[in-house]
């Protein structure tokens, strides 16, 4: 059983300060790692995608790839309170499970004024 | 372009009866899928199309069946529901089952089994 687990919240944080999310799976043949954002009530939208170890940044997002230590992270910088959302870490499947996504639980994050 | 459309957005079932959710997507995605969420349990594969004419169980297919219409459609059917079955399902979509592509996610189905 491939897992993957996300730091469980919630985390609370105030506005313009930075949100760290934190995600390890197992599966050590994965290629590819998304998060996702999902507001109370709605479906899940991707908001990052990583495929190679480093760092990728896109705008006040930046999503960190460590594949040695099976971990994943995303910063948000100068926090809003319309990030305030739960983000779920989702890794693709290699071999013979090529295509599932694998996530993770969510991590909750409110960001107050 | 409407992406993933999902019928229908609530559903309240007694124990023991059946249903199908639909869904659709306009996208020409090859491959599509079935999440079931529940809480503080993340999002769970039921069953899965990797393109026209296959399918595949997830992690949690007992209680469930599921037919790939065509291209465009994939379908979830219930046949006998149990209150275990009670969760918010979620129809996904991708271009074709490589490591880059990425899953586009259709509203969602409430549905409480009584």
């Known amino acids: 059983q491939k897992e993957v687990e996300q730091n469980s919240g919630p985390l609370s944080v105030p506005e313009g300060a930075i949100a760290s999310l934190n995600c390890t799976y197992s599966?050590?043949?994965?290629?590819?790692f998304f998060w996702y954002r999902q507001y109370s009530g709605k479906s899940p939208e991707l908001i990052m995608s990583i495929y190679s170890n480093g760092d990728k940044e896109d705008g006040r997002f930046t999503a960190q790839l460590n594949k040695a230590s099976q971990y994943v992270s995303l910063l948000i910088r100068d926090s809003q309170p319309s990030d305030s959302a739960t983000y779920l870490c989702a890794v693709k499947g290699g071999g013979s499970t090529l295509g599932r996504l694998y996530f993770g639980r969510g991590t909750q994050l409110t960001v107050w004024p | 372009n409407a992406g993933v459309t999902q019928t229908p957005k609530f559903q309240v079932l007694k124990t023991g009866q059946s249903m199908t959710l639909q869904c659709a997507q306009d996208m020409n995605h090859n491959s599509m899928y079935w999440y079931r969420q529940d809480p503080g349990m993340g999002l769970r594969l039921i069953y899965y199309s990797a393109s026209e004419g296959t399918t595949d169980k997830g992690e949690v297919p007992n209680g469930y069946n599921v037919s790939r219409l065509n291209k465009r459609e994939f379908s979830l059917r219930l046949e006998s529901a149990a209150p275990s079955q009670t969760s918010v399902y979620f129809c996904a979509s991708s271009e074709i089952s490589s490591y880059t592509d990425t899953q586009y996610f259709g509203p969602g189905t409430r549905l409480t089994v009584l």
């Open positions: 599966d050590r043949v994965s290629q590819s």
